[in-house]
């Protein structure tokens, strides 16, 4: 694939106003309106919290990663021979890309302490149903390496998957994206203006210009290699 200027320079521009427009505070009353939105719902709606510190759980975590395996799978087992194993680079790509941005992200100068820390009056799960080990606070909350794995997953599909499949993912990866939200670990913000702006410069990188396309090809290359050796081997 060839340069696509104006694609790259779009998800820039994006990426960057995302960013900027929250690290110069134009996001805090909305963050402060959906985590107060969502906090008091913990103890004026019955099960609630129950239901928020269950989706919490790290296990949850583990099984939604299965499923998002699963998803890949299946569309996988619908193309070529070829197209699978150039699939399967693709994927790997886009998990050390999700690596880096998650030490990008880490790297970044910026602290900020989830919203349950920040207000000492702010109802906790993990209070409320003792009983779940549910993640609800966390002292470096920007960006969210939750929402990076989730926005980085849901590129992939944008960019690779046949536009009837993002008509049925999007939603779901924006509702499993929100668990952390809803217990209070981290704002709004920390995905939409935290961990999107990353995935966007990864997308403007890897599906803008010729790299992803050069990476692909000689990753297939050499695996098809090995599986041509091993075949005659065998």
Same mark, same amino acid.
Request: glycine fraction near 8%; charge should be positive; aromatic fraction near 16%.
């Given at each position: 694939?060839? !340069?696509?200027? =104006?694609? +790259?320079? &779009?998800?820039?521009?994006?990426?960057? %106003?995302? +960013?900027?427009?929250?690290?110069?505070?134009? !996001?805090?009353?909305?963050?402060?309106?959906?985590? !107060?939105?969502?906090?008091?719902?913990?103890?004026? #709606?019955?099960?609630?919290?129950?239901?928020?510190?269950? &989706?919490?759980?790290?296990?949850?975590?583990?099984? #939604?990663?299965?499923?998002?395996?699963?998803?890949?799978?299946?569309?996988? !087992?619908?193309?070529?021979?070829?197209?699978?194993?150039?699939?399967?680079?693709?994927?790997?790509?886009? *998990?050390? *890309?999700?690596?880096?941005?998650?030490?990008? /992200? =880490?790297?970044?100068? &910026?602290?900020? *302490?989830?919203?349950?820390?920040?207000?000492?009056?702010?109802?906790?799960?993990?209070? @409320? #149903?003792?009983?779940? =080990?549910?993640?609800?606070?966390? /002292?470096?909350?920007?960006?969210?390496?939750?929402?990076?794995?989730?926005?980085?997953?849901?590129? +992939? &599909?944008?960019?690779? $998957?046949?536009?009837?499949?993002?008509?049925?993912?999007?939603? @779901?990866?924006?509702?499993?994206?929100?668990?952390?939200?809803?217990?209070?670990?981290?704002?709004?913000?920390?995905?939409?203006?935290?961990?999107?702006?990353?995935? @966007?410069?990864?997308?403007?990188?890897? $599906?803008?210009?010729?790299?992803?396309?050069?990476? #692909?090809?000689?990753?297939?290359?050499?695996?098809?290699?090995? %599986?041509?050796? @091993?075949?005659?081997?065998?």
């Amino acid at each position: 694939m060839a !340069w696509d200027f =104006k694609g +790259f320079g &779009i998800l820039h521009g994006l990426a960057f %106003l995302l +960013f900027f427009s929250w690290f110069y505070g134009y !996001w805090q009353a909305l963050d402060e309106g959906v985590f !107060w939105f969502f906090n008091d719902l913990l103890t004026r #709606v019955p099960g609630w919290a129950e239901g928020v510190a269950f &989706i919490n759980q790290r296990w949850i975590d583990g099984a #939604v990663a299965l499923l998002m395996m699963l998803f890949v799978f299946r569309f996988a !087992w619908l193309l070529s021979w070829v197209e699978r194993v150039r699939l399967l680079c693709l994927l790997l790509i886009m *998990a050390g *890309a999700f690596s880096i941005q998650a030490a990008v /992200g =880490k790297a970044l100068p &910026i602290e900020r *302490a989830s919203p349950t820390l920040s207000h000492e009056n702010a109802a906790r799960v993990s209070l @409320l #149903v003792p009983d779940i =080990k549910a993640k609800d606070a966390s /002292g470096d909350a920007f960006p969210s390496d939750h929402g990076i794995g989730f926005a980085t997953f849901l590129l +992939f &599909i944008c960019y690779r $998957f046949p536009r009837r499949y993002l008509y049925a993912v999007m939603p @779901l990866v924006l509702m499993l994206a929100m668990p952390r939200m809803l217990s209070g670990a981290h704002w709004f913000t920390d995905f939409f203006c935290g961990s999107v702006p990353l995935a @966007l410069l990864t997308g403007a990188w890897l $599906f803008h210009t010729p790299l992803s396309g050069r990476l #692909v090809n000689m990753m297939s290359g050499l695996v098809m290699r090995i %599986l041509i050796r @091993l075949n005659r081997l065998g």
